[in-house]
């Protein structure tokens, strides 16, 4: 039982890491998210706004409203209450994947949860602690990389508030979990990272031997992969192996499909060096029209690796190839 009078009203750097810029992701420089077993009700407020170029975004404060929006943390156990205020002229909502919802914090138009133009709506989502009911079963927790996303504008899918940017990233951790040093999310929507297009897709940055948490979601209607060049890591919850013995497979490529999400963690440069690293959609005719951006390792000290500058340099020029309309191909 959530003892609802223990109320913590979440700091940026307590539970949610710095909020995406509109070409990028977000960056956590070496903060912890501070475990506080005491606050089992953490408590946010998010202000979703319209952005230039017809966009809209969630955003920490009035006038940071990002695309993506800000990657939101909480640890299995916890409750965490969402005061969205809608500051646009269009009905939109906040729904999120991975945790517990009663219907009226569903975030869809089917059980009148959303928020009316100008409307201010609070959203409860529960998160769970994995049970062991014994001879070696447990129920699953909610630990996890997930993500949230707009269930209305439009019209009952949100399909609108999604095309446009009303998404970003849910992290339920267990604890005990590795803290990363940095943070990047990446949404594959349609043809787009972050709703752009090579060369104007986020560049990543860490400097080598930092560990990198990477929270990659999909959207839109095209089944996408997410590539990692120079960098692998273990297909697990967290991206890691849990024993010397554990059998689960190491890739540097996974599917990425619509409404899907995974997240991993890798320390940059490991065993390669640093340097300037592509992540694309590995279909390619898609990584062929811009879905393609980078990864920059800088050197420990933060400098510029040699022969780095020049390989941003030859990005910028990237070739985007002509849009073709017929998809078909990859509906399966």
């Known amino acids: 039982m959530v003892e609802r009078a223990q109320k913590s009203r979440l700091s940026r750097r307590s ?20 475990p506080d077993s005491a606050a089992a009700v953490r408590q946010i407020t998010l202000y979703a706004e319209p952005l230039p170029g017809g966009f809209f975004g969630y955003g920490l404060a009035p006038g940071e409203a990002t695309v993506p929006g800000p990657l939101l943390e909480i640890y299995e156990g916890e409750t965490l209450e969402i005061e969205l205020v809608n500051n646009t002229d269009q009905r939109l909502s906040i729904h999120p994947h991975g945790v517990d919802y009663d219907v009226n914090s569903d975030g869809s138009p089917l059980n009148a949860s959303f928020n009316a133009p100008g409307e201010t709506r609070t959203y409860v989502w529960r998160t769970r602690k994995q049970v062991d009911i014994g001879s070696g079963r447990f129920m699953p927790g909610s630990a996890g990389y997930w993500h949230y996303h707009d269930h209305a504008m439009g019209n009952d899918h949100g399909t609108v508030g999604i095309q446009k940017g009303l998404y970003g990233g849910l992290i339920v951790r267990r604890r005990g979990d590795l803290i ?3 943070q990047f999310t990446v949404v594959f929507n349609e043809m787009l990272i972050n709703n752009k297009k090579a060369p104007d897709t986020p560049m990543f940055e860490a400097r080598q031997g930092e560990r990198v948490e990477f929270v990659c979601i999909g959207h839109g209607n095209l089944p996408h992969t997410f590539h990692l060049h120079a960098h692998r890591w273990a297909d697990t919850r967290t991206g890691m192996l849990t024993g010397a013995n554990d059998p689960s497979p190491v890739i540097d490529n996974k ?3 619509p409404g899907s ?27 062929d029209q811009g879905m393609v951006g980078l990864f920059l390792v800088r050197n420990p000290d933060g400098g510029m690796p040699a022969g780095a500058q020049a390989a941003i340099d030859r990005f910028h020029q990237h070739h985007v190839a002509a849009t073709q309309s017929d998809h078909s191909n990859h509906h399966g």
């Open 255 to 257: 599917n990425l499909d």
């Open 180 to 182: 990363p040093d940095r």
């Open 15 to 34: 539970v949610l890491v710095a909020p995406a810029a509109v070409a990028g992701g977000a960056v956590l420089t070496g903060v912890a998210m501070a």
């Open 261 to 287: 999400s995974f997240g991993f963690q890798v320390l940059a440069g490991e065993g390669v060096g640093p340097g300037v690293w592509m992540y694309h959609c590995h279909v390619q005719m898609h990584s």
